[in-house]
């Protein structure tokens, strides 16, 4: 409540807070007396004001519970001298006096504690702490409390240190008049504390004696209108002091009719004379707050827009003349100028502000120079016109020749220049369309006061001709500038024209050209080329207004890797080898010129391979590879300056090709082709076959050649079962023997085993033969004898009586058993083998047949088959006899004509047992 009233009193609250804070706390309740004394002087505002001050102590209070009040710190906001020795004193108040005493104040500067040894016990409640050599430009000391090992804040404060201020120095003035004075100096070192500056203003003819004085914490201070009268004999001392002293300077006189400033004056025009040419006219009016009776001088200062260099011109005026003016000669024609003026006074050192810029232009004159012309010449159309396209640069005289108004292009017919045309253009290019005839074009350009010399380019002929004389072309780079050099097979050219654009350019007017004159090099900066793009440069002779044939080459200005790689089309792998293909990468992703393409495979879990080849190869195959097994495979693209690989593709290669399908295939259709045709033609001709293989043997009981009698037919055991019990013969009996065809060495051998074999064998097995047995025993031994079955015999009596066949064949009275021994079996199976070969068959000739003697065919198929034993003392006339006729031996008799045989096709073939 007291602060509060102090504060309602008009006592600045930190100007409070300075003051004791025990005595503060110790008036906590104010007697009524003094309420009564003070109260009444208080406004109703000014008490609403205190309300609000003691609700913001009292949040404050309770808002720091870790700080009690009841202690204070002294000097409070100190500022010291940096490098000095820093005391300050902590006091408890009378809260902290029983329980505790100085003993447990302790010290921190920001956030680090003090060492004890810079501590001092006053007394019991006061306690000091002494820092030597402070400097901090500003810090915390913070006094603490330390009880039962817990440390509370009791107050802080806040010190500087910094350094007296230095004698001020440089007072300058300046003065406007009936207006402002205003003074700047500097200070010397920062001094890092809070210090302020007064400017004194004295009279020197009055001693010395300040007339007025202005204060501020910056280095300047002005004095105002009226308090900046036109005195001539006037000085400027400036004091400067802070907490730590003060320092003065001396006091400089400095007259005001030096230091006068004026304000800008005013343009009034800036103008041209029409007929006179390089000349402008400038008038301008003088400020009007000027000291009375003072003459003038005016700068003026003209730039020329053109090249941006700017002159200056001076101009006494008297005080009495209220506007000035000037010639500006010397100047460039058709050019723009810029044009601002400055005054003083003629004894002020300080000149005016310049005036607001005007802008103005001499007067024109024809332009004198030659446009840059060039064309680009399109192929011909289908209706037999072509376009040019006309392009040319802006006149870049020097001086120019004033404001282009527009461009005269005019053309006509190479062997006809009656035939002229005339185009007028605003822009610097046009297309003309032109026939197939040799043309002369020109363009000029003009402005208000005439036209310039015309630029005269021959368009040549569709089908003209010219000779290349520029040889080679070679470009390079330095660190600045881009180098075309080239050879010419002509020293008498020495004009030529270097045209280069980008490679992707396609408008023709985006084309940049450059003429040279004796010379063959070229150089321009860096800078009117991109990096990391392809550029076409063509080199053109000239003779006259002709252009020959140009020598063109591409090159990059800078390079760096590509942009992308190109993607692999791995196709359809074989066995062994595969073939990549891939597209040339896009030429805006090029960055450089490809040098070659590099292929890299690798088998999966194998080791990874690679092929590098051309730039000009665009497919490439893969041989000596792992059949059935997947590779992954891309493609790295170089340049210059580096490669960057493709997307990787997977391919998986067969485990078959071609080849290994045709050779498993073809013998496998030609298999099944033949099998189809022999089955075919086994079902066409399956009679013919059966014939052949497994030929029909007939029966002769069936038998319509022979008339077979009843009663010996009957009589006969044999044939009786034959006839009756042919067909429930038991089959488990009967196997058959191989056939056998010896070699003719073994036929001897054979024939010899055979006839001891017959002679061995017991009568018992005729008779039982005769008895019906129908089993035959033979022996085995040597496997050669072969025992048959029982069947009908037929006799022939005698084969040379041909007409007499019918009686040839008669049934035998006695049935013998038959042994045709395996030797004769052979030798008669190979004769009669031969003599089928040799189509000589001539076995029982139908012819000799007489009245029902039918042909048996029965004899004519057993004929083929059948095999006989010749013997070797056999009568000479039957063995010349063809081989085809049967012969015929009496059973168990050799060499008997007559005898009677059995035939092999009707022998069941038996096994003996």
């Known amino acids: 409540m007291h602060a509060c009233v102090r504060i309602c009193a008009g006592v600045h609250p930190r100007l409070e807070a300075e003051r004791a804070s025990v005595s503060l706390r110790a008036e906590r309740l104010l007697p009524v007396s003094f309420s009564q004394h003070f109260l009444p002087i208080v406004t109703e505002k000014e008490m609403f004001s205190c309300l609000i001050w003691m609700f913001v102590l009292f949040c404050s209070s309770i808002a720091d519970e870790n700080s009690i009040r009841d202690a204070d710190i002294f000097p409070s906001s100190p500022e010291i001298e940096r490098g000095s020795t820093l005391q300050m004193f902590c006091v408890l108040g009378k809260h902290y006096t029983p329980h505790r005493n100085a003993s447990h104040i302790i010290w921190k500067l920001n956030h680090e504690l003090i060492a004890q040894e810079n501590y001092n016990i006053v007394n019991e409640t006061v306690s000091s702490i002494t820092i030597r050599n402070f400097t901090y430009s500003k810090a915390h000391v913070k006094c603490f409390t330390k009880y039962l090992g817990k440390e509370q804040l009791l107050v802080h404060t806040e010190v500087k240190s910094g350094f007296p201020p230095d004698t001020p120095r440089n007072i300058s003035c300046i003065y406007s008049f009936d207006a402002e004075l205003t003074c700047t100096w500097t200070s010397g070192r920062e001094t890092n504390l809070t210090t302020n500056y007064t400017l004194y203003r004295k009279v020197m003819t009055e001693g010395g004696v300040a007339n007025r004085s202005c204060q501020n914490k910056t280095e300047s201070c002005s004095f105002y209108y009226p308090d900046a009268p036109y005195i001539s004999s006037f000085c400027f001392q400036v004091k400067a002091e802070n907490v730590l002293g003060e320092a003065s300077s001396d006091c400089v006189p400095i007259p005001l009719e030096k230091i006068e400033k004026y304000e800008p004056p005013e343009i009034l025009s800036v103008k041209k004379i029409t007929g006179i040419k390089q000349l402008l006219t400038v008038t301008w009016k003088m400020p009007e707050n000027v000291i009375p009776s003072q003459n003038f001088t005016c700068e003026v200062q003209y730039r020329n827009l053109y090249s941006n260099s700017s002159e200056f011109v001076t101009v006494p005026l008297n005080f009495a003349e209220k506007t000035g003016s000037c010639n500006l000669t010397g100047l460039w024609d058709s050019t723009e100028y810029s044009v601002a003026i400055r005054c003083r006074s003629f004894e002020s050192v300080i000149w005016s502000e310049w005036s607001r810029e005007i802008t103005a232009s001499t007067e024109e004159k024809a332009p004198s120079e030659k446009v840059d012309l060039w064309r680009v010449i399109e192929s011909s159309h289908s209706t037999g016109s072509r376009s040019v396209h006309l392009m040319w640069k802006p006149l870049n005289s020097f001086p120019p020749s004033g404001r282009i108004l527009g461009y005269k292009i005019q053309y006509f017919p190479e062997n006809n220049a009656t035939v002229k045309m005339t185009n007028i253009s605003t822009d610097t290019k046009i297309i003309l369309l032109l026939n197939e005839e040799a043309y002369i074009t020109s363009v000029a350009a003009y402005n208000y006061a005439g036209d310039s010399p015309e630029a005269i380019l021959r368009i040549p002929s569709t089908g003209e001709k010219t000779s290349q004389i520029i040889e080679t072309v070679r470009t390079f780079t330095t660190n600045e500038e881009v180098v075309v050099e080239w050879i010419a097979s002509e020293p008498e050219v020495n004009k030529y024209v270097v045209e280069w654009y980008e490679e992707l350019e396609t408008d023709p007017f985006g084309r940049s050209w450059q003429?040279?004159?004796?010379?063959?090099?070229?150089k321009t900066n860096k800078k009117n080329f991109k990096p990391f793009i392809c550029y076409n440069i063509s080199v053109y002779p000239l003779y006259g207004n002709k252009v020959g044939a140009p020598y063109s080459i591409q090159t990059y200005i800078q390079e760096k890797k590509p942009s992308e790689g190109p993607v692999a089309d791995t196709g359809i792998p074989g066995k062994n080898e595969v073939t990549i293909k891939w597209k040339?990468?896009?030429?805006?992703?090029?960055?450089?010129?490809?040098?070659?393409?590099?292929?890299?495979?690798?088998p999966e879990d194998g080791k990874e391979l690679n092929e590098t080849v051309n730039s000009d190869v665009l497919q490439y195959r893969l041989k000596s590879l792992q059949a059935n097994t997947q590779y992954t495979v891309y493609i790295m693209a170089s340049n210059g300056a580096g490669g960057t690989n493709g997307e990787p593709k997977t391919f998986k290669t067969l485990k078959f090709n071609k080849e290994d399908v045709i050779f498993i295939a073809v013998p496998v259709g030609l298999s099944m082709v033949f099998l189809l045709v022999l089955w075919i033609t086994c079902i066409l001709k399956k009679h013919t076959f059966k014939k052949v293989c497994w030929p029909d043997i007939p029966n002769p009981a069936e038998s319509i050649a022979v008339e077979w009698p009843l009663d010996a037919s009957m009589s006969n055991s044999f044939l009786k079962g034959v006839t009756s019990e042919a067909k429930t013969i038991d089959f488990e009996d009967v196997s058959v023997l191989e056939h056998c065809f010896p070699e003719e060495s073994q036929e001897g051998s054979l024939l010899t085993n055979c006839e001891n074999h017959i002679s061995e064998c017991p009568d018992t097995n005729t008779k039982g033969m005769i008895n019906g047995d129908k089993k035959i025993l033979c022996n085995e031994e040597d496997e050669v004898a072969k025992c048959f079955a029982p069947s009908m015999p037929y006799v022939i009596t005698d084969q040379d009586i041909r007409s007499q066949m019918h009686s040839a064949l008669v049934p035998a009275k006695e049935i013998?058993?038959?042994?045709?021994?395996?030797?004769?079996?052979?030798?008669s199976q190979q004769i009669s083998t031969k003599n089928e070969e040799n189509g000589n068959e001539e076995v029982l000739k139908l012819e000799d047949f007489s009245e029902k003697a039918l042909f048996n065919p029965y004899l004519k198929n057993s004929v083929k088959t059948r095999e006989f034993l010749i013997s070797e003392n056999l009568p000479e006339h039957r063995k010349n006899e063809p081989k085809s006729q049967s012969m015929v031996l009496p059973p168990f008799q050799q060499n008997v004509a007559?005898?009677?045989?059995?035939?092999?096709?009707?022998?069941?073939?038996a096994t003996a047992h």
């Open 515 to 522: 003429y040279v004159s004796n010379s063959t090099n070229w």
């Open 584 to 602: 040339e990468i896009s030429k805006d992703k090029r960055n450089g010129f490809i040098s070659n393409y590099t292929i890299f495979y690798k």
């Open 816 to 827: 013998q058993p038959t042994e045709v021994l395996a030797g004769d079996l052979c030798e």
């Open 898 to 909: 007559g005898q009677s045989y059995v035939t092999v096709d009707m022998f069941g073939l």
